[in-house]
């Protein structure tokens, strides 16, 4: 399987940004898509931004012109920049990948376990 670990979260001010890393590991596998989420307390988690393997991104609205995925495949780390936080974006952010590992590519679809990201004066 693929192993998922998060880093950078914490707590900023409104308008300060924060660089949120996921980094991967496992034997022999291949992402296809990562992306990442968040959960706020009492609401659904939600899916902010994505990019594939060819490099193909996609963000929420929310996100959008704020939060910038990237990507190093030679690391086989996704990152978040995150630019101009507010304090609705305090959340549990979770990372998310899927592709294949393994001799016979089977299918994996695996998650971070979160890291907190509040924004407060």
């Known amino acids: 399987q693929v192993q998922l670990v998060e880093s950078g979260g914490g707590l900023v001010q409104p308008g300060g940004s924060l660089r949120l890393s996921c980094a991967a590991s496992?034997?022999?596998?291949?992402?296809?898509?990562a992306g990442w989420y968040r959960q706020a307390p009492g609401k659904e988690r939600e899916l902010l931004a994505a990019?594939?393997?060819?490099?193909?991104?996609a963000y929420a609205d929310s996100v959008k012109g704020r939060f910038t995925i990237s990507g190093d495949n030679a690391k086989n780390t996704v990152f978040l920049q995150m630019n101009n936080l507010k304090p609705e974006d305090t959340a549990i952010y979770y990372c998310?990948?899927?592709?294949?590992?393994?001799?016979?590519?089977?299918?994996?679809?695996?998650w971070g376990q979160g890291t907190q990201v509040t924004v407060s004066a």
């Open positions: 998310n990948a899927r592709g294949e590992f393994g001799a016979s590519s089977s299918p994996f679809d695996s």
């Open positions: 990019i594939t393997l060819e490099n193909k991104t």
């Open positions: 496992g034997i022999t596998f291949k992402i296809n898509v």
